[in-house]
């Protein structure tokens, strides 16, 4: 229960900005992201917190959810499971799990600290990339305490390629390509096989800039 608490603090606290950035609900109904399909129109039992992660609450004691995948491979949250969407699935949870399936094409920001939920964002996150096709890019900012936007990571992938573009780093910040557990070639950057898969470590940013870690930089990652 703590992981999926300190998870919503931090996809919570990143949909709150796009909120006020772009005047989108922090809860959406599935419609408002999936105009072009008819089966989102009359959805009431489940929604999207922000703009990628799913969530389908169980209303029941004996823990079984139906909910509605949209078309595109979807990666449960916390246990890497993947389904096909474009149909309905039935699960079943106990007390301390629920449905949470992230979209592809994701990099999502996951804080480290689970005691608390106020903390620089900025330094103690890590990312995790989900199921990023070819020719498709995904981006996240990270944010200080004050909410001022430090970090940018954009991930572009071009075949067996990713291009990772990253401004501002803070402190060596994990980058997890989730449901990968290998990859052929990551260059100099340190490289962990993790349960949720491969993680690489970005280095702090060392170009010039207005503060400590403002450089930029650009890895390349043969997948």
């Not at 919570?12 to 419609?31: C, K, Y």
């Not at 330094?123 to 890019?137: N, V, Y």
């Not at 950057?189 to 650009?218: D, R």
Request: charged share 25%; net charge negative; hydrophobic share 35%.
């Amino acid at each position: 229960m703590r992981d999926i608490c300190a998870a919503c603090w931090r996809w919570g606290w990143i949909a709150s900005r796009q909120a006020v950035d772009h005047g989108t609900p922090m809860l959406r109904a599935m419609l408002l992201e999936f105009l072009d399909d008819p089966a989102c129109d009359y959805l009431d039992r489940q929604y999207l917190l922000g703009d990628a992660l799913l969530v389908a609450p169980v209303f029941n004691a004996e823990g079984d959810v139906d909910f509605y995948l949209p078309a595109g491979r979807r990666t449960h949250l916390f246990s890497g499971k993947q389904l096909d969407g474009g149909r309905w699935m039935r699960e079943s949870h106990g007390f301390t799990s629920l449905p949470l399936y992230m979209r592809p094409n994701t990099l999502l920001a996951l804080g480290t600290e689970d005691q608390r939920p106020d903390y620089d964002y900025a330094r103690r996150s890590e990312l995790h990339l989900f199921e990023l096709g070819d020719g498709a890019t995904a981006t996240v900012t990270l944010r200080d305490l004050d909410g001022t936007a430090v970090t940018h990571v954009r991930v572009t992938r071009q075949g067996d390629m990713l291009r990772v573009r990253h401004e501002g780093v803070q402190a060596p910040l994990r980058l997890v390509l989730r449901r990968r557990h290998s990859v052929r070639d990551a260059g100099s950057l340190p490289m962990q096989a993790g349960e949720s898969g491969v993680s690489i470590t970005l280095p702090m940013g060392e170009g010039e800039g207005e503060g400590e870690g403002e450089g930029e930089g650009e890895v390349t990652v043969r997948v």
